[in-house]
């Protein structure tokens, strides 16, 4: 089994900044893409930031220039620097993996618990 634990959410007001990471444990071959989700009240689940193993990235229009994210491959880590953040980026953030294992060597999707981001004044 893989398990992804994810730190560093909080409240923080508007402007402001936080990191978050997740690290994935367990019965890993290898990772391939790595990435941030999150979703608000009543709205679906959405894309954040994705990586690749090759460190190919793609970003939501929405936090473009503002987020960066960033993966340790030794660590099995991904992590999500969040700058100059907004209201409207409260949700609970969730990390996905890929994850090849050493059972069947098939990719599976892994996900962590998720960390709340409330930003408010």
């Known amino acids: 089994q893989v398990q992804l634990v994810e730190s560093g959410g909080g409240l923080v007001q508007p402007g402001g900044s936080l990191r978050l990471s997740c690290t994935a444990s367990?019965?890993?071959?290898?990772?391939?893409?790595m990435g941030w989700y999150r979703q608000a009240p009543d709205n679906e689940r959405e894309l954040v930031a994705v990586?690749?193993?090759?460190?190919?990235?793609n970003y939501a229009d929405s936090v473009k220039g503002r987020f960066t994210i960033s993966r340790d491959n030794a660590k099995n880590t991904v992590y999500l620097q969040m700058n100059s953040l907004k209201p409207e980026d409260t949700a609970v953030y969730y990390c996905?993996?890929?994850?090849?294992?050493?059972?069947?060597?098939?990719?599976?999707?892994?996900w962590g618990q998720g960390t709340q981001v409330t930003v408010s004044s």
């Open positions: 367990g019965n890993i071959y290898k990772i391939n893409g």
């Open positions: 996905n993996a890929e994850v090849v294992n050493f059972v069947n060597y098939w990719p599976s999707p892994y």
């Open positions: 990586i690749t193993s090759g460190g190919r990235i």
